[in-house]
């Protein structure tokens, strides 16, 4: 239900030549305050289609941004090294020749499965090597709290 388009709505869009980068609290603040507001307070909501009130929260679920924004959103560098927020330091980057640039280049062959067909390519993927790595771990709630709880409070929009 939640992925129907009946049941969504653009909140926002920040257009512009540039973006908000670091500032984009102070573009979200309207929003944050809204949201926290229907989800502290008892809200009371005619639904049409039973004809009785019920109470109501709201959530902000997910965003659908492209890579530059997912960074400004979460504070995580989407450049270097530690780009993938899901591999973290068990990324497989490498730097290219020329410019030293990171790159991810046919590291998404350790997602598949060990027997997948790809992992044994030779010949499209990295060139005469076969995939041996398995995908990193994947972090529970609390480990990943406890890796974003050493970093402290941070504060944007000054």
Request: net charge neutral; aromatic share 14%; glycine share 4%.
């Amino acid at each position: 239900m939640c992925m129907r388009l009946e049941f969504m709505f653009l909140s926002m869009v920040i257009p512009g030549p540039s973006s908000p980068v670091w500032n984009i609290d102070v573009c979200l603040q309207p929003l944050i305050d809204e949201l926290a507001q229907l989800w502290s307070s008892i809200t009371l909501t005619y639904d049409i289609s039973r004809k009785q009130n019920f109470l109501m929260r709201a959530a902000l679920m997910w965003t659908i941004n492209d890579f530059l924004a997912y960074g400004m959103l979460s504070s995580w560098s989407t450049q270097g090294k530690l780009a993938c927020t899901y591999c973290l330091e068990n990324n497989k980057a490498f730097k290219l020749t020329n410019r030293g640039k990171a790159s991810f280049f046919d590291c998404h062959c350790r997602f598949l499965p060990h027997n997948h067909r790809y992992k044994k390519n030779r010949k499209d993927f990295f060139v005469d090597r076969v995939e041996k790595d398995v995908a990193p771990p994947c972090f529970s709630g609390e480990e990943l709290h406890d890796v974003v709880s050493e970093y402290g409070d941070i504060v944007f929009g000054l």
